[in-house]
Structure formats: C-alpha cells, structure tokens
C-alpha cells in the first residue's frame, strides 16, 4: 500500500496541505501540489490568487497555475521581471 492509496477526507487533506506549504516552503513537487490543493478548495477568489501566485514564484511554469490565472478578467499575477 502507498500512502497516495489512502483515502482521506477533505478536511484533512486540506490541513495536511496547509502544514506543506508552511513548514515545507521550498520548490518541491509536493508543496506545489499541496498549494494547487488549497487553490481548489479555497472559498474566495482572493485566497485562490493567493495560492497560484505562491505556484507561479516557485515555477513560472507550472501549466494548471497558469491556466488559471491567465484567464480573461483575471490577470496575471506580479512576477519576476522578464527580459525584454
């Protein structure tokens, strides 16, 4: 059995996420999943940017964050200056 195997509740699931992105805030895949989490279950639009910009600093290119938040009305998030 894997530990992805286990079947656990929301609620749990988002507090697991939540300890990720607190005590873990280094570019890994597991706290960029757990930040695509929070974003899912977030009940504000606000506290959703919050989550995909917290994914676009660790990986601009993270294809589900950018989807979302390149989409019309929304804008994009302040990011790392481009070179021109």
Known sequence: MHLGDLV?????RT???KFT?????RPRP???RAWLWLAAKADDIE????CLSAILELDLE?????????TPGQGRPPGPATPA
């Open 8 to 12: 656990m509740p929301d609620r749990f």
């Open 15 to 17: 507090a697991l996420a």
């Open 21 to 25: 992105v607190e005590h873990l805030a």
């Open 30 to 32: 597991l706290v960029i």
């Open 47 to 50: 506290e959703k940017r919050r």
């Open 62 to 70: 993270n294809e589900p964050a950018t989807l979302v938040m390149v």
